[in-house]
């Protein structure tokens, strides 16, 4: 499995990467992701179908599905029936998983933060490990930067690792490249995006975030750390304070019920980004403009092969 470029767009749920950032990605020849999490799986079959419409079949799309949601196991099997070109799982170990891709014919990917967590998933069957940094959006397995772990997984595993969290231009794609990432996973750049299924509300939000001290951790009721933008939303729930669930939705294995995560991300996706959650990484402030999935691919490419050169040109 080898893309023309060498970026996975991040799987971002809830109805952030759907079929049209995917396909956008795969059409430029990334690899596209579509999220699994936070919708019915009629809903992901449609979107796993659209996808493949969109890039006529050419291109690859994977699906991504978080380990702590209840309905993990019946998504999983229904991408898997789709025939996605692959399955990526974070926030959680199944060994489940692996055995559903052997009877499949799926890879499995899984989602690490440590060297001994990728040579767990390369043992029970992982095809390829994606190495996530502190840096990243969302929920977060670790609190070291990914340039400090990418080296030590690269070195625990003969699988392809791919690098994640906190990149957004082509030199962060040649510096993962150099320390021996098979590629990289972008998620924030992808959602300030003109395709990105989320709405203007929400991708309006990013370019408004200028400065690091917009973003702050949240410890959401998965029972991680989640970095998301300043809010009345994190306000509301900074500390140990608890806002009242309307309707649980009971789709957590685990949860803190300290406030709804899935009905906050809702919210924010639904277009009201002051009064949900919007996860961010924790680069955001640098994005200032929302582009076609395509030029953002051309700019990071041009950006990723000069900054080759120049580790290149020092190496010799």
């Given at each position: 499995?080898?893309?023309?470029?060498p970026i996975?767009q991040?799987?971002?749920g809830?109805?952030?990467?759907?079929?049209?950032?995917?396909a956008a990605v795969a059409n430029?020849g990334g690899?596209g992701i579509i999220?699994?999490?936070?919708?019915?799986?009629?809903?992901?079959?449609?979107?796993?179908r659209r996808?493949r419409?969109?890039?006529?079949?050419?291109?690859?799309?994977?699906?991504?599905v978080l380990?702590a949601?209840?309905?993990?196991?019946?998504?999983i099997?229904?991408a898997m029936?789709?025939?996605?070109d692959f399955i990526?799982?974070?926030?959680?170990?199944s060994?489940d998983?692996?055995?559903w891709?052997r009877?499949?014919?799926?890879?499995?990917?899984?989602?690490v933060?440590s060297?001994?967590?990728?040579k767990?998933?390369?043992r029970?069957?992982?095809?390829?490990?994606?190495?996530?940094?502190?840096e990243?959006?969302?929920?977060?397995g670790?609190?070291r930067?990914l340039?400090?772990?990418l080296?030590e997984?690269?070195?625990?595993v003969?699988?392809p690792v791919?690098a994640a969290g906190?990149i957004v231009?082509?030199?962060?794609?040649?510096r993962?490249?150099?320390?021996?990432?098979?590629?990289?996973?972008?998620?924030?750049r992808?959602?300030a995006s003109?395709?990105?299924?989320?709405p203007?509300?929400?991708?309006?939000k990013?370019i408004e975030?200028?400065d690091?001290?917009d973003?702050v951790?949240?410890?959401?009721?998965?029972?991680?750390?989640g970095?998301?933008?300043r809010?009345?939303?994190?306000n509301?729930?900074?500390?140990?304070?608890?806002l009242?669930?309307?309707?649980?939705?009971?789709?957590?294995?685990?949860c803190?019920y300290?406030?709804?995560t899935?009905?906050?991300?809702?919210?924010?996706?639904d277009?009201?980004v002051e009064n949900?959650?919007?996860?961010?990484?924790a680069?955001v402030?640098?994005i200032?403009e929302?582009?076609?999935?395509q030029?953002?691919i051309?700019r990071l490419m041009?950006?990723?092969?000069?900054?080759?050169?120049v580790?290149?040109s020092?190496v010799?």
């Open positions: 499995m080898k893309p023309r470029v996975m991040g799987g971002m809830v109805r952030i990467s759907l079929s049209n950032l995917a430029a690899i999220s699994g999490t936070g919708i019915s799986v009629e809903e992901m079959r449609a979107h796993i996808a419409e969109l890039t006529q079949g050419k291109g690859y799309i994977g699906v991504n380990f949601m209840n309905d993990f196991a019946e998504t099997k229904a029936e789709e025939k996605v990526i799982s974070g926030a959680g170990f060994r998983m692996y055995a891709g009877e499949y014919n799926v890879p499995v990917l899984s989602i933060s060297a001994k967590l990728a767990l998933a390369e029970l069957g992982a095809a390829a490990v994606v190495v996530e940094g502190f990243a959006g969302g929920h977060l670790t609190d930067p340039f400090e772990i080296p997984v690269v070195e625990a003969n699988i791919i906190g231009d082509g030199v962060d794609i040649a993962a490249i150099e320390l021996g990432a098979s590629g990289v996973q972008m998620g924030t992808f959602v003109v395709e990105c299924d989320a203007h509300a929400f991708k309006q990013y975030t200028t690091e001290n973003l951790l949240v410890k959401t009721t998965v029972g991680l750390q970095r998301a933008i809010n009345h939303f994190t509301a729930i900074s500390g140990e304070k608890k009242k669930i309307e309707k649980c939705h009971d789709c957590l294995k685990n803190s300290r406030f709804c899935l009905d906050s991300l809702i919210t924010s996706v277009g009201d949900g959650l919007v996860f961010a990484g680069r402030h640098e200032t929302i582009l076609p999935v030029t953002i051309d041009a950006e990723y092969n000069s900054a080759k050169t580790i290149h020092h010799l």
